[in-house]
């Protein structure tokens, strides 16, 4: 039996039993299966979640891009690795082998090298979906440069602020991208996001949309020039295990974004051991995951695992709605995808389209459905798993978060029996468990609770970064001793996890993790604005929408309320980007807070969603006589 791909239950089981009996035993034997160390490791794994501290394969010494790229060479060098899908249909396909992606990711690694990038700098990526993204994560991986994507819908400001979080020395990014019918100017962006970012030093410019931009002189550089002269050898430099291989941004409950930082050795070995048994990735498959390389999908399930396992894996572009809504599936049947992993929001509203967009195409390539970010309601399952699976493929419902790097909760399929809505079972090395608000642990079936993890696993991560404190407070304090993932969830009565939602002040909008108190500081920039909360309601396409409610200033003037709420999302767009905008807005007298002065954004919630029925006992508010003034001009 090998630990590394698991095909069927009884070996699920097997394995998983194992993996808590044994986990560092488990874990060597993975590790020693498949990767290509340049030392092997002292100790497999040292951890105190009080401090936090955890450390995975001490001593080890390795280059990821080894086990991406070089590993491969002799095997399956002509292989596509890296599969194109360009936003414009009529645009061909590019087919980058792993002998030309190697080539690219070694010209590029030289060309970060000549502009002083070293070990442990960090670098910006802002870039679309093209191959240069991949390219540069890679590049940076292989000489030990700290990468960090920020999805290129972010703002200038919400870029600056994670260029200066970071001290990043240089940004990556192109002239502009396609989205759809549109192009966007992402170098402008990026002008007027580095205005206020002493510490970045070059940029480097893709060309991808041939329009005119202005280069800053001595700061700015086209990028093909410089690849053009580069060599195409470049040594991989040998990290560490723990060596940081990159940050990635995600929300938190206050303005800052929080810097996920992981490190090299355990990231390697979970996301590849993921990836080969949650979507069962066999040698000729063409593996797709719809996510942006901006969120950690992207890097887990685009880049890294896929290319560890030597896999095909499709980049696109575009949009599900461009040309038509059809896209997705055309590229299904263009490619012959047979793992397809998008995300609920995406499904929904596909679902909502005619269905001779499905049945135009030919789908029967497709061996396995995944989905990922927010919880799948159970008529957007059907809809999958009818008319995208025809019921004959497993629909993985992954379960995870940029903090834990890989995907944590989720059937292996042909193994584990699917259920609608569940994420089900935990993966090998897992350990979860429900908590009760006294911080008591939930034992037997049938229960719910706060989903804690119990013991560490390779991809966790291993700090915020530049703020210790922040990430023992956030994810090591509520409860003694275990990782708190911020969800609700609930175990059924065979043990089967389905997560519920987010039980903190962060919601998910089209599976984007939005943190309600940036999105206030932003409201709050409004001259007109005293006060305002966000809550998330009920969306039959994004999962959830926001919903503001917001207090004015009295100044006795007289505003007009809709030139308020353009200007108030447009604030929103600014800070952050469209993605964090308002459905609704409604101008309110109070907000309903606690004694001590704490919005109750439970009742909040009630309203926005129409819920009404049970507010609970609202006399222990400050302002109890706020919450009825606000029922009766509910939006
Ligand atoms: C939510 C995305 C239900 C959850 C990989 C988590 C999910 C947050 C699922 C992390 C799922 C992710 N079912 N909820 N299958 N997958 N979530 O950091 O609330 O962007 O905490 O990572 O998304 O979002 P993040």
Not at 392 to 400: A, E, G, L, M
Not at 495 to 514: F, K, P, Q, W
Request: hydrophobic share 35%.
């Amino acid at each position: 039996m090998s630990n590394y791909h698991i095909k069927h239950l009884e070996e699920y089981f097997q394995v998983y039993r194992k993996s808590v009996r044994y986990p560092e035993v488990f874990w060597e034997e993975v590790a020693e299966e498949h990767f290509l160390w340049r030392k092997k490791w002292d100790k497999v794994l040292e951890w105190d979640f009080t401090k936090p501290e955890i450390k995975w394969f001490q001593g080890a010494k390795l280059n990821i891009t080894e086990n991406c790229l070089d590993k491969h060479l002799y095997v399956r060098g002509d292989k596509t690795a890296i599969l194109f899908e360009p936003n414009n249909p009529n645009e061909e396909a590019q087919h980058i082998t792993y002998k030309q992606l190697h080539e690219k990711v070694c010209k590029f690694a030289n060309v970060l090298k000549s502009k002083g990038i070293q070990k442990g700098d960090r670098v910006i990526i802002y870039l679309p979906m093209i191959p240069e993204l991949a390219v540069s994560v890679l590049a940076c991986a292989r000489i030990g440069a700290i990468h960090s994507v920020v999805f290129a819908g972010f703002s200038s400001t919400a870029l600056s602020t994670r260029v200066n979080d970071c001290q990043a020395k240089m940004v990556i990014t192109s002239d502009g991208s396609y989205r759809g019918a549109k192009t966007i100017d992402l170098k402008g962006i990026v002008d007027e996001g580095l205005e206020d970012c002493p510490t970045v030093e070059n940029v480097l410019v893709a060309k991808r949309i041939n329009t005119n931009i202005e280069m800053k002189s001595g700061r700015d550089y086209w990028l093909q020039p410089l690849l053009d002269e580069a060599s195409a050898e470049c040594n991989p430099e040998i990290m560490d295990a723990e060596d940081p291989l990159f940050i990635l941004y995600t929300s938190g409950s206050t303005g800052r974004p929080k810097g996920m930082l992981h490190t090299t050795g355990g990231y390697m070995v979970y996301t590849a051991y993921t990836f080969k048994n949650v979507f069962q990735y066999k040698e000729n498959d063409i593996y797709w995951c719809t996510a942006d390389i901006g969120w950690i999908t992207g890097h887990s399930y685009i880049v890294y695992g896929p290319l560890a396992n030597g896999a095909t894996t499709v980049m696109f572009e575009g949009v599900p709605s461009y040309p038509d809504y059809g896209r997705f599936w055309d590229i299904v049947e263009k490619h012959k995808i047979t793992q397809f992993y998008t995300a609920p929001t995406a499904i929904r509203a596909l679902a909502k389209e005619n269905l001779d967009f499905v049945n135009k195409y030919e789908l029967s390539s497709l061996r396995v459905l995944g989905t990922v970010g927010e919880p799948i309601n159970e008529e957007a399952w059907h809809w999958y798993n009818d008319n995208i699976g025809d019921k004959k493929c497993p629909i993985v419902d992954t379960w995870w978060q940029t903090e834990t790097g890989g995907i944590l909760i989720s059937p292996v399929p042909f193994s584990t029996p699917t259920k609608p809505t569940y994420a089900t079972l935990p993966l090998p090395g897992i350990q979860p468990t429900l908590m009760d608000e006294n911080g008591k642990e939930i034992k037997g079936n049938s229960v719910e609770g706060r989903l804690c993890i119990k013991f560490p696993w390779p991809s966790i991560a291993r700090t915020i970064w530049g703020d210790h404190e922040r990430y023992k407070n956030t994810y090591f304090s509520a409860f003694d001793n275990k990782y708190f993932t911020g969800d609700g969830a609930l175990r059924d009565e065979v043990g089967y996890y389905r997560i519920t939602g987010r039980v903190d002040d962060v919601i998910i909008v089209s599976g984007h993790n939005l943190g309600t108190a940036p999105i206030e500081d932003s409201i709050n920039e409004h001259p007109a604005v005293a006060e305002s909360a966000i809550v998330g309601f009920p969306h039959d396409v994004k999962g959830n929408a926001l919903y503001g409610y917001v207090i004015l200033k009295e100044t006795g003037e007289v505003r007009d309320r809709d030139n308020l709420r353009k200007e108030i999302n447009q604030l929103i767009t600014d800070h952050i980007g469209p993605i964090a905008k308002l459905n609704k807005i409604q101008f309110v007298p109070g907000l309903p807070k606690t004694r001590s002065g704490k919005i109750m954004r439970r009742i909040l919630r009630k309203i926005a969603s129409k819920d009404t029925s049970n507010l609970g006992d609202t006399s222990t508010l400050l302002n109890p006589e706020v919450v009825e003034l606000i029922m009766k001009e509910a939006l």
